[in-house]
């Protein structure tokens, strides 16, 4: 991982941990080409209990992700967020 890398999720960390008081529900918002294999990538990281919804771009090439779960800390948050951008063409927001 670059240094880039660690400058965002630590930058990432702090806005988190300046604003939420564990647990907390967490909004996650993702951009990925409509690609059904990598939209159930992206889905598995998170649990059954997950609140997931999607919204088509106006030409159908891209889906936005919508993700609201309970999570207990920051270090679980950016997990997820370094899982996600390990699948390719995923943007996060």
Same mark, same amino acid.
């Given at each position: 991982?670059?240094?880039?890398?660690?400058?965002?999720?630590?930058?990432?960390?702090? @806005?988190?941990?300046?604003?939420?008081?564990?647990? =907390?529900?967490?909004?996650? @918002?993702?951009?990925? *080409? !409509?690609?059904?294999? @990598?939209? !159930?990538?992206?889905?598995s990281?998170?649990? $059954?209990? !997950? =609140?997931?919804?999607?919204? =088509?771009?106006?030409?159908g *090439?891209?889906?936005?992700i919508?993700? *609201? $779960?309970?999570?207990?800390?920051?270090?679980?948050?950016?997990?997820?967020? @370094?899982k996600?951008? !390990?699948? $390719?063409?995923?943007?996060?927001?």
């Amino acid at each position: 991982m670059s240094n880039n890398s660690n400058d965002i999720y630590d930058s990432l960390r702090k @806005k988190i941990d300046e604003t939420i008081r564990w647990p =907390e529900v967490f909004l996650f @918002k993702f951009i990925i *080409k !409509a690609d059904n294999h @990598k939209i !159930a990538l992206l889905e598995s990281l998170f649990t $059954e209990q !997950a =609140e997931i919804s999607h919204h =088509e771009s106006s030409t159908g *090439k891209y889906i936005s992700i919508s993700v *609201k $779960e309970v999570m207990t800390s920051t270090d679980e948050v950016i997990e997820i967020y @370094k899982k996600a951008t !390990a699948i $390719e063409g995923v943007i996060t927001l």
